[in-house]
């Protein structure tokens, strides 16, 4: 190796991006085969447990650029896209109250919520090849989908009558959602590396501002305007807003051959994405059922009408807030470390605000703090999949373990809504608290298997020392 490039290769060595997966390895590791162009001797990365991963770049690419104007662009581009699409889908609470009231009054809360459970379920099931191609060819595809699903699905909508056309509808915004949502998330991985997981929460904050931005344009326009108009003016926004982005948001590595589908079995070889993807699949069987819920929480627990309508947009500012602190935590404290502060304080939350009747001061303290909390746990999934990937040398994989870790989470997302639908139609007051003890459950164990190679790399590293 030349002394001209041992700084670059010390500065890339040294860079904070995966310092909390090298905990998994233990005491001592062994370095890691990386597949790059060039190759690392023992010089530059040592076998100290206190060493951060290295990262395998492409030669010709460089390291990642840490922010310039092209990066922050990137942010922003991602920033809208999340807007859009997760902020609205998890906004559907709102919308299902509606509907409930007016074109589907004669259906059940259950039977309405199958139209969230399968726009979420599309999201998360198709991420997996939206995250393929993302490796191979960049963003502009899915940005140029995104956009198009995003406008047409919400044009569809303000021309619905029956069930299944909201279901359709709704359908294709999930179409919409999957072509961006793996994709997004790992851009911040292609142009940030110490501030990884800063650029991750500002993207993913959009959702928490989308989140409170689309309850509340929904309220005050169908005070003044009728459905469709409503509907077809939330269709303009999304165009104006995501349409900038087939420009701006894009990747930094070159394309590739699409890689054969038998790659998709590798990442689970790797045990600390195998227990990310089991304890996520846990979570999220839960994870957005109070999004869903909230404006029936708050109507329970005898909020004042005009409050109860901000219900949602009072839960998606506490995510806005968790999602942005998360990433400022992670770049301080590790991803691990933020990950249990966000698992912890999810619980107590849905324990604490979300079982019993809380009042009205306590049902606003409940709501922002869950959505806080989640939003947190929503951000450092993407850096733990990041982090991971990182210390296995597969950066160039990241949007496809992004999809797989997001295709896991597709069935529960589907039926945990509905399974809560259900719990609620039985309990006497059609109240949440049966529902908010299974999300406990849920959230509890998913993150302890989640957790378990990290406290076990902890465990062994203070038994050796």
């Not at 809360?109 to 998360?124: D, E, M, P, R």
């Not at 869903?292 to 219900?311: D, G, K, Q, R």
């Not at 999809?403 to 997302?413: D, R």
Request: with cysteine; net charge positive.
């Amino acid at each position: 190796m030349t002394s001209s490039t041992d700084p670059m290769l010390r500065e890339e060595v040294d860079r904070k991006v995966s310092d909390d997966a090298m905990q998994f390895a233990g005491p001592n590791p062994d370095p890691l085969p990386l597949k790059c162009d060039r190759t690392l001797s023992s010089a530059d990365v040592g076998r100290d447990e206190k060493s951060p991963t290295p990262v395998a770049i492409p030669s010709a690419v460089g390291p990642p650029p840490d922010g310039g104007r092209d990066a922050w662009l990137v942010v922003l581009g991602g920033f809208l896209l999340m807007y859009v699409s997760f902020g609205f889908i998890t906004s559907f609470g709102q919308f299902q109250s509606y509907y409930l009231a007016n074109q589907l009054s004669t259906y059940s809360k259950s039977t309405v919520a199958w139209i969230g459970s399968i726009q979420l379920f599309v999201t998360f099931a198709l991420s997996l090849p939206a995250g393929r191609w993302f490796d191979a060819h960049g963003m502009r595809g899915p940005a140029i989908s995104g956009t198009v699903c995003f406008t047409g699905s919400l044009i569809a909508v303000a021309f619905c009558k029956e069930f299944y056309q909201f279901l359709l509808a709704h359908l294709l915004y999930g179409f919409g959602c999957a072509s961006v949502f793996a994709p997004t998330v790992a851009l911040a991985g292609h142009w940030f590396a110490k501030r990884r997981s800063t650029a991750m929460g500002i993207i993913v904050a959009g959702t928490g501002i989308g989140g409170v931005v689309y309850p509340i344009m929904l309220s005050r326009l169908l005070a003044v305007l009728s459905f469709r108009d409503t509907l077809l003016i939330m269709a303009s926004m999304n165009f104006c807003l995501t349409f900038p982005t087939i420009f701006i948001a894009r990747g930094r590595l070159p394309p590739k051959i699409l890689p054969p589908w038998r790659i998709v079995k590798e990442p689970f070889k790797d045990r600390a994405y195998a227990f990310l993807d089991l304890g996520t699949s846990i979570v999220a069987i839960n994870l957005f059922s109070p999004f869903i819920y909230a404006p029936l929480l708050a109507a329970t627990n005898s909020l004042p009408p005009s409050l109860a309508s901000y219900a949602v947009a009072i839960l998606q500012a506490g995510s806005t807030t968790g999602r942005v602190s998360a990433g400022l935590f992670a770049d301080r404290l590790g991803v691990w470390r933020t990950y249990l502060g966000a698992a912890i304080g999810a619980v107590i939350s849905l324990a604490a605000f979300w079982i019993g009747d809380t009042g009205t001061a306590g049902t606003v303290i409940g709501l922002w703090a869950y959505g806080h909390f989640s939003g947190m746990w929503i951000t450092m999934i993407g850096g733990c999949c990041a982090s991971v990937t990182a210390a296995s040398g597969k950066v160039d994989q990241l949007g496809l373990r992004l999809g797989l870790l997001f295709g896991v989470m597709a069935v529960p997302n589907l039926l945990g809504p509905v399974i809560c639908g259900y719990i609620i139609n039985a309990t006497p007051g059609g109240r949440f608290t049966y529902s908010g003890i299974f999300a406990v459950c849920t959230m509890a164990l998913g993150s302890c298997i989640t957790l378990s190679p990290w406290l076990m790399g902890l465990w062994r590293r203070r038994k050796g020392s």
